[in-house]
């Protein structure tokens, strides 16, 4: 149980498009999803944190317009990065849990190169 | 808030032999505490927590971890490593409301 799909695991695109990346809670209703910026050899650092149904709060220097984050449904966050550029090239991952349930299950992430 | 320390960026240990990794955290409350692994260009699994009760916690793939308040310190043990644990490996402490924070990693290279 407690499965989280993650969706591309790898994205190339050119500078200035945008790229969306899904996370899905496959067997459990996600009341929070977590999303995580990894740079190489580094920890994770905490994007955001969005509940369904609620606007996505956002961690300090995170820039909310280039970064939109969507969690209409129990099951489904999605992260834009809206006019890509190389220096957004990282490892993005998603988490998922359940209300009152402090656990956080990851999904296997995503690798976003910028050309 | 809480933040995690972990000392050891990079250790190495011989297959078969014991592992200790450390892991300090800070948190003004009781904290939950979380180790987790993650393999090249992967997520993270859980390999377990500790929320109250026993201090002693027992994971998967043979970890455990000891919570010891006094030293406010969570490390994580495996009596034998096996060369399939060389992996990236990440303390975390978490709060109410699912707040998370994250240790720098420390990443194991285990040698024949």
């Known amino acids: 149980g407690a499965v989280v799909s993650q969706h591309p695991s790898w994205v190339i695109c050119k500078s200035g498009t945008s790229v969306k990346i899904e996370c899905r809670s496959l067997?459990?209703?996600?009341?929070?999803m977590f999303w995580y910026r990894q740079f190489p050899k580094q920890s994770l650092m905490l994007m955001a944190t969005s509940n369904e149904g609620s606007k996505a709060t956002y961690e300090q220097g995170v820039e909310k317009d280039k970064f939109l984050i969507n969690h209409a449904s129990l099951t489904l966050s999605t992260l834009t990065v809206t006019s890509a550029h190389p220096e957004d090239s990282s490892f993005y991952i998603c988490?998922?849990?359940?209300?009152?349930?402090?656990?956080?299950?990851f999904g296997a992430g995503t690798r976003l190169s910028v050309l | 808030a809480q933040s995690v320390t972990q000392p050891d960026i990079h250790i190495t240990v011989s297959e078969g032999a014991s592992l200790e990794l450390r892991c300090n955290y800070s948190?003004?409350?009781?904290?939950?505490l979380f180790w987790y692994v993650q393999s090249p260009g992967q997520g993270l699994q859980l390999l377990l927590k500790y929320f109250s009760g026993d201090t002693l916690v027992q994971g998967i793939k043979g970890f455990e971890a000891e919570f010891k308040r006094s030293q406010s310190s969570f490390n994580l043990r495996k009596p034998s490593v096996h060369w399939s644990d060389a992996a990236e490996y990440f303390c975390a402490v978490g709060a109410e409301g699912n707040d998370m924070r994250f240790g720098a990693g420390t990443r194991l290279t285990v040698k024949p």
């Open positions: 948190y003004g409350a009781t904290p939950y």
């Open positions: 988490s998922a849990s359940l209300a009152g349930v402090n656990i956080q299950y």
């Open positions: 067997d459990f209703q996600a009341t929070t």
